[in-house]
């Protein structure tokens, strides 16, 4: 035989490479990484240009600028120059020397991946050498360079993600300084890299909240000196997400309290009363394609949930489920349960007739069966039965209508993944009333065999009840446990229970096989012999044999691993996967019961008419405060609270330095360190030195007692907004 064709080998050959680059996938990019950063050290100590610029040896780079044969340009392993490798190492000397040689560096970027697009100002910014980086700008650096190499992006297997422009790195470093000589050097504030990130939306992603709030602060003020029609924080990304909600979707807290700070107006304060007016600006889901709660609820992070305890998110969800949502939603419960009463009493009363046909078969019990179109919508008992066919088929459609429209807006994979926003339940609404539908076409077309459609209906409509549970407090967050144990623990499980039950029922099988059909009991074929094992396996039924005839010795033994392994083994291992998911979920109580009053009251917002559902809050525009949306929270905060926090603070803190051989306490909250910090500030107590002895420790302690109770300062006013009771009124 001849040669395979060229060609066919070519393909052959390509297929294999596509498979292999498959399989290594991510390991194998881990590998090249490595290996290119040990190539790239290799090539630096053969290099001596960029070995001098490594090592800032003035020396050797001067005799190479003698050297017409010495090639400024070239570049290492991953497409960096030798100004990239001195500003990597800091050494500011030999940048400006290889700046003087070939002043073209200074714009020069990286070629290679994954440190495409970076240039030496990138790599000055990261290492915060301020004069490196006025060196650069000095010989004409670019501040629009963008670093666009894998290194630089969003992804999980990146440690940071600074953007891709010179601003946006000198921002996340937190160097005011760099950030201000950029913007003084033509830097946009206002530029967006390859996601439509702004400054302001890496300054959100990024773990130092601290200096990211700072730089917000700094990047807003610039801003506002320029005459734009659209301010910096209201930007979108391509995400169409503003600064503002993507703080919300990734949970940070901080900053979210930041931004809040302010859109917040104090109105008055009497005493331990407090009246904030509290801007609703992206805020209230009211009318808005991309809501912010409904964002919140949805996000995969679940950092984002504790966005719903911050006030005034708090207050506007409570407000709006207490007056609206929740009498809207029971009343929908209650008109879905009537409906479901009305689907089942007409599958109850389905048009039969008696069976006209003969049995061919003893085991052939059926007595009735399916009447014709013609035959079934005859008598007045029919009639009304085709009424409430025709609302079941109505209410069906309804269900598609309102449920299709936003599959297409949430996405495919969010509103049916997300148990929160009751992922599961859609699904099986939807495939209900997609069942009923069928129903009716097989009704309409005289086809048999309507049971099967419409007993998996009745099923999954009576399911979908269990939905409505999300409107009490006490059942809402088990839903959500249930949906986890369905759709996680018995899913895994059901795997490992197929296995099993193939595997004996198969044994069980060619056990019997050679027996009398008539004395197997439930192993007369293989399809009941899968089935009867699977009772046997949720221990339904005993052993499913007849013990009055001599059963094959290997049954016995089969029958005794089956029973070690399906009964002790398996069925605790599924209890045990099902506790854990129950631990879980009732930790999480509070916070799965608050996010679902949040997915229900934007669902009922989006879809009840305005009418019904008008806009919560006070309008500016009546009082001089402009076109925006207020809610005004009153705030009840106790004094006593904050006192007493000083004081055990006053005391455990004198504990603390006299010795290091008591166990720690614990630490306040967030809440309770910033209370804490406040106070401190509104009371001047003598420093004390580490060598202060018990005595003298305590007496601070009776000191802040004794400045309280003779009224020398007045502490506690200025508590979070946490401590006391919260009162929402709105026009």
């Known amino acids: 035989m001849g040669a395979p064709p060229s060609k066919a080998r070519g393909l052959w050959i390509q297929l294999q490479k596509l498979l292999t680059s498959w399989l290594v996938g991510q390991q194998d990019w881990d590998q090249r990484l490595d290996e290119m950063y040990m190539l790239q050290q290799q090539k630096i100590r053969e290099s001596p240009l960029l070995r001098a610029a490594k090592d800032n040896d003035l020396c050797v780079l001067k005799k190479l600028l003698l050297d017409r044969n010495c090639d400024f340009r070239q570049r290492g392993a991953v497409g960096e120059t030798a100004l990239h490798v001195a500003a990597l190492y800091d050494n500011l000397e030999a940048a400006m020397v290889l700046m003087e040689a070939a002043p073209e560096l200074v714009k020069e970027p990286a070629i290679c991946e994954p440190f495409v697009g970076q240039t030496a100002l990138h790599i000055a910014v990261m290492n915060r050498n301020v004069n490196l980086v006025k060196a650069l700008l000095a010989q004409g650096a670019s501040v629009s360079a963008r670093a666009i190499g894998s290194a630089f992006r969003l992804t999980p297997h990146n440690l940071i ?95 979210f309290q930041h931004l809040m700070q302010k859109r917040k107006y104090i109105q008055w304060t009497c005493g331990p009363l407090t009246s904030t007016l509290y801007d609703l600006t992206e805020i209230d889901s009211w009318g808005e394609d991309v809501s912010f709660l409904e964002l919140v609820v949805s996000s995969k992070k679940r950092e984002a949930r504790q966005i719903l305890e911050q006030t005034p998110v708090k207050q506007l969800v409570n407000f709006k489920w207490r007056k609206y949502g929740r009498p809207y939603f029971c009343i929908l419960g ?11 009493m007409c599958c109850i009363h389905r048009p039969l007739k ?36 025709l609302m079941t088929v109505i209410g069906s459609a309804i269900i598609l209508f309102l449920e299709i429209p936003d599959i297409f807006r949430v996405g495919f994979s969010r509103y049916f993944g997300q148990t929160v926003l009751g992922g599961p339940f859609h699904v099986i609404t939807i495939t209900y009333s997609f069942l009923v539908l069928v129903t009716m076409v097989m009704r309409l077309t005289n086809t048999s065999g309507e049971v099967v459609p419409m007993s998996f209906a009745l099923v999954l409509g009576w399911c979908s009840v269990m939905y409505f549970a999300r409107g009490f407090q006490m059942l809402g967050p088990f839903t959500i446990m249930i949906q986890k144990m369905i759709f996680g623990d018995l899913l895994r499980f059901c795997w ?36 009867s094992t699977f009772e046997l396996f949720l221990t339904i039924i005993d052993g499913p044999a007849n013990y009055d005839v001599d059963l094959p010795f290997m049954y016995s033994i089969v029958y005794f691993a089956f029973a070690i392994i399906a009964t002790l083994l ?48 006070i309008c500016g525009y009546k009082y001089g405060l402009g076109d925006r949306w207020f809610l005004r929270v009153e705030t009840n905060q106790d004094q006593n609270t904050l006192r007493a926090r000083r004081y055990v603070e006053a005391f455990k803190g004198s504990d603390k330095e006299e010795g290091q051989g008591h166990p ?50 007045n502490l506690g006013l200025d508590l979070g907004e946490g401590d006391g009771d919260d009162r929402v009124y709105q026009l």
């Open 496 to 531: 490992l229970m197929a296995v099993v039950i193939v595997g004996f029922a198969s044994a069980f099988y060619i056990i019997f096989q050679t027996e009398d059909p008539s004395a197997l009991g439930e192993f007369y074929d293989y399809p009941m012999a899968l089935f």
């Open 161 to 255: 993600y600074f953007g891709e422009h010179p601003l946006s790195f000198a921002a996340c470093m937190g160097s005011e300084e760099i950030v201000r000589l950029l913007i003084e050097h033509g830097a946009d504030i206002r530029a967006q890299d390859s996601l439509g990130n702004t400054v302001l939306h890496i300054l959100v992603l990024q773990p130092n909240k601290t200096f990211a709030c700072q730089m917000y602060n700094l990047l807003l003020s610039y801003d506002r000196r320029g005459d734009h029609l659209q301010s910096l924080d209201l930007m979108l990304n391509h995400q169409g997400l503003t600064p503002f909600k993507l703080a919300g979707v990734e949970g940070n807290t901080v900053m």
């Open 334 to 344: 209650a008109l879905y349960v009537l409906y479901m009463i009305c689907f089942t």
């Open 354 to 389: 008696a069976r006209s046909g003969n049995r061919t078969d003893s085991r052939d019990i059926t007595v009735f069966q399916q009447k014709l179109l013609q035959e079934a919508y005859v008598t007045q008992q029919d009639k009304i039965r085709l009424v409430g066919e």
């Open 570 to 617: 398996m069925i605790n291992l599924l209890v045990a996967m099902m506790g854990d998911t129950h631990w879980r979920v009732a930790h999480e109580q509070d916070e799965l019961w608050r996010a679902q009053v949040v997915a229900t009251t934007v669902m009922l917002e989006r879809k009840m008419p305005r009418t019904l559902w008008p806009r919560s809050g």
């Open 664 to 713: 720690p306490e614990k630490r306040p909250s967030v809440t309770e360190s910033g209370l804490l910090a406040r106070a401190s500030l509104a009371l001047p107590t003598p420093s004390l030195s580490r060598t202060t002895s018990r005595s003298s420790g305590s007496h601070r302690g009776w000191e802040i007692i004794r400045r309280n109770t003779l009224g020398h300062v």
